[in-house]
C-alpha cells in the first residue's frame, strides 16, 4: 500500500519505517527541513534500537522516502498518518494546533478519496474535529474517511513494539475505511480490534493512566514496605502471579517520567474535568509519583546531611532505558535538585549525555561508568539501564569516600551490597 506519516518523531519515523519493513510504500514527511535532509542522508535524529539499521535497510530497497511536503506526501498516498506532537500546556490540557494544522494542510492538498488515521495521542472527540476541518478547508470537496488508530510503543523498544503489537486499535464512524486499514497490519499478525472513533482515542488514555497507575500503585505499596521491613520486589513477584495483576509496570522507582505517562495524565485529568467529573484516582497517582522524588531526594539529604561541598555520582539521565531521550526525565530532575542542594555532579548515561548537557550546566559528564565514583561522596542510580548491573561495585568502593550507593531503580541485592561493604538504600527494600 502507499502510505504517508506526517511527522518524523519517536512514533512517526519508527511507525512508517515497520509499514516499510512489511512491504509498504512509505513516505515519511516532516516541516522540520533540517531533520530531513539529515534523514535523507542516512541520519538519524533519535536512539532507539535496531531502527538505524532498518531505516537503512528500507531506503535502499526504494520503500522508504523523506519529504517536507505534505502535497507530495497526499498526492502519492491512499492513506495519510498523523504523527505529530500533541504537546501539555501549563493547565494540562493538550496542544492541538499542530494536528490541526496538518489536518487543513491535507485538506488543501487532497484532490481524491483519502483515509487521514490520527495516531498522535489526542482528546476524546478529536477525530470529530479533523473531520470537520478537513471539510472546511477541502477545495476540491472531496470524500475522506478520518480514522483513529491509536500507538502503543513504548521508547527504547520502539522497533519490537510495533513489529510485534499486542493489538490494533482502529477507531471509524463507518465501515468503509476498515478493510484498508486490516490490509495495512495484516503483516503484523496481531489483534485487530475495531471500534467507534471515541472509543479508540480513550482506549489510548485510558491505558496510558491505568500503566501509570500500576507504577504509582507499587510506588506507594513500598512506603509500606520501607515500614515495615517487607521487600517491595518479593510483594510485587508474588502479586504479578496473578494473571489478573500481571507482573510488569509493577517496578517501584524513584518515579515515572518521559514525553508519555505525564503529559498524558493531565490530559486526562483535564478531560475529565472538561466533561464535569473529577478524576480523583488519577490525580492521586500524579501526588505519590511527585512525592517517589521527594522520598527519594530525603533519603539522600538525611544520610549525607549537607550537600553543599559534596560530590555525588550519578548512573542515568535518561527517562528510561534503552533511549537518549531526557524530557521529563525523573533522573533530571532529581540531578537539578541535587545541584541547588549544593551538590557537584559526576554523571554518566549511556546514550542521553548529548541531550542532558544542555538541561545539567556544572556538571561533570564522564565516558565510562566504572570512572564516575571517582572523588564523589556518594553514587546515586536514576535510571533502570541494564548494563548498570555490571557496573564494578569493588573498584567503585575504593573510589568513594565513604561506600554509599542510592538506588532509584533497584538494581542491586540490598544483602549483596551489604556484604560488600556499602550503605545501600533502594526503593521498598
Ligand atoms: C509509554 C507506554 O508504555 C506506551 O505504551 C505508550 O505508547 C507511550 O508511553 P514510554 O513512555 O516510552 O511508553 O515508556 P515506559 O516503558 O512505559 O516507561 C515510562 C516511565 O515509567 C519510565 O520513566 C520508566 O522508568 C517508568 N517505569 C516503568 C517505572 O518506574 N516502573 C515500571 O515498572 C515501569
Redesign the pocket.
Known sequence: MKLTIIGTGYVGLVTGTCFAEVGHRVICVDNDAAKVKMLQSGGIPIYEPGLEELVKKNVAAGRLSFSNSTAEGVANSDVVFIAVPTPPQADGSVDMSFIERVARDIAGAMTEYKIIVDKS?VPVQTGEKVAETIKRYCKNQVECDVVSNP???????AVE?LMKPDRIVVGVRTQRPVSVMKEIYAPFNAPIIVTDINSAELI?HA??SF??L??SY?NAVSIICEATGANVQEVANGMGMDERIGR??????L???????PK?LSAFIKIAEELRYDFGLLKEVQRINASQMDRFLKKIVDTLWVLKGKTIGVLGLA???N?DDVRT??AIELCQRLQKEGAALRVHDPKAMEKAKPLLPGVTCIDDMNDVAEGCDALVIA??WEEFKKLDLERARKHLSHPILFDG?NLFDPKEMEKLGFIYKSIGR
Request: proline share 2%; hydrophobic share 30%; charged share 30%.
Open positions: 495521542t500507538e502503543f510503543l513504548r521508547e527504547g523498544f513494539d489510548k491505558s496510558n500503566l501509570a500500576k507504577i507499587i510488569r509496570f509493577l517496578n517501584a522507582s518515579g515515572f517520567g518521559g514525553s508519555c505517562f498524558d527517562f528510561k532505558q533511549t526525565s525523573p535510571t533502570e531503580r
